[in-house]
């Protein structure tokens, strides 16, 4: 009981603060304002005949993790709305609009009273959330109305709250879940150690998203015309920490190949920054119009939503994050591609990396001079780049089918397809 009190006090504390805050930051702006119209928007969009699957996403990585479930629960449940909640601005400012989905909404604080609300309005016959996002109220209001709830593509630490004393409450809500999904076994056993049954290893569910991109139409013209047939290598999702190895290099090798920056932070100023750093020609999505884009050495990707399909063009990929502390961003958007890759120091907590490391599709370096040798090599050896991009390939195939596992479960254990 203490645990619930200081757990709701602190959501209402977090709730208050963040309303002075959103006037000096644009980010939590946006997440301010949009919560304030999610139940005006559910209130318009879901009638009280309606049925309806609600899947919950921390951000944009998460929805791209779910949405291969959703994909197929739309086309086995068609008469059911699909309505997806976000935390972060960076998931909900994306797919506000997306058509893969019926409702499209901020998830409001996790209090008692919005809980019983958003609720109320959704009516969900099926609740899946992705990953890592618990919310003790929402889960626990879901369980006492007997809504069969899923948390697909899991993974756990021994040393998460959840399994210490101060987390029990945490806890509480994490088995609140009919069934969890989890990506590798280790999670599992971890999910068994501490008194949980009804877990089953799925694998990750991204697998079976990226391997739909092999299916999609990659093309994009400008980048046709910019690449001009030449090696490329694109560096996706950056920050500052990965610039400062992979600079140098862009310096020291202009015109031996084609090079993409798209860096996670798009904001001008930091755009600035790279571009000034830079010694060979430069052109910026932002800026491109009416220039021969064959003419530059290197391309900023100064906007969203265009990296998944730039990967299909490179020869080589540096993914980000892995340099500093941010998080190592998704390596297996390249990796369906065929494609060596490299990534920073810092991927432990990310099995897939240290498993592709292992097998040799990813190579991982600690300073500029390792990166410079690396790259060097694979823009010089197309046999070599083949030969490594095939362990990425392969990697993936081997690992599809997370999503036939859930839904062979939801077929089973709720009435959702009948």
């Given amino acids: 009981m203490l645990l619930k009190l200081l757990y709701s006090i602190g959501i209402h504390i977090v709730n208050s603060v963040l309303k002075p805050v959103s006037l000096f930051n644009d980010k939590i702006k946006l997440g301010v304002i949009g919560r304030k119209e999610t139940f005006k928007i559910l209130e318009s969009s879901i009638s009280k005949t309606d049925r309806t699957i609600w899947m919950h996403c921390a951000s944009l990585g998460e929805y791209e993790q779910g949405l291969p479930v959703l994909k197929a629960l739309r086309s086995q449940c068609p008469n059911h709305k699909i309505i997806v909640s976000f935390f972060s601005p960076s998931g909900y400012e994306v797919k506000k609009n997306t058509k893969d989905v019926d409702v499209v909404v901020y998830l409001p604080f996790d209090t008692s009273t919005n809980a019983n609300k ?39 630490r021994v040393n998460q709250s959840y399994f210490n004393w101060y987390g029990s409450y945490m806890k509480k809500a994490l088995f609140s879940f009919n069934h969890i999904f989890t990506q590798d076994e280790a999670s599992k056993n971890i999910l068994i150690d501490n008194g949980y049954k009804s877990v089953s290893v799925s694998g990750d569910t991204r697998f079976d998203r990226v391997t739909e991109q092999l299916q999609d139409n990659n093309t994009i013209e400008f980048i046709d015309e910019f690449i001009d047939d030449k090696t490329t290598v694109v560096f996706g999702s950056t920050w500052p920490a990965d610039d400062e190895l992979f600079v140098p290099f862009i310096n020291s090798n202009i015109g031996k190949a084609k090079y993409i920056i798209a860096p996670h932070n798009i904001k001008p100023n930091y755009i600035d920054s790279i571009e000034n750093q830079l010694e060979g020609t430069v052109v910026r999505f932002s800026q491109m119009k009416g220039k021969k884009l064959s003419e530059y050495n290197i391309f900023i990707l100064d906007t969203i939503g265009y990296l998944s399909r730039v990967y299909s063009y490179a020869d080589i990929a540096y ?48 300073n500029t001079s390792e990166l410079g040798l690396n790259l060097k090599v694979l823009v010089e050896s197309k046999d070599l780049r083949l030969k490594l991009g095939a362990i990425s390939s392969e990697f993936i195939s081997e690992h599809k089918g997370a999503v036939v596992q859930i839904l062979d479960y939801i077929r089973t254990y709720t009435n959702l397809t009948k």
């Fill in 319 to 366: 993914v980000g994050g892995a340099a500093g502390q941010t998080g190592l961003h998704n390596i297996l958007e390249p990796a369906v591609f065929g494609i060596p890759i490299i990534i920073g120091k810092n991927y432990d907590k990310f099995p897939e990396a240290k498993t592709l490391i292992n097998l040799g599709g990813i190579k991982s370096v600690t």
């Fill in 118 to 156: 958003f609720l109320n309005l959704v009516r969900p016959d099926l609740i899946l959330f992705v990953k890592y996002e618990i919310w003790p109220n929402l889960l626990l209001e879901a369980k006492k109305r007997n809504i069969h709830t899923l948390l697909i593509s899991a993974t756990f």
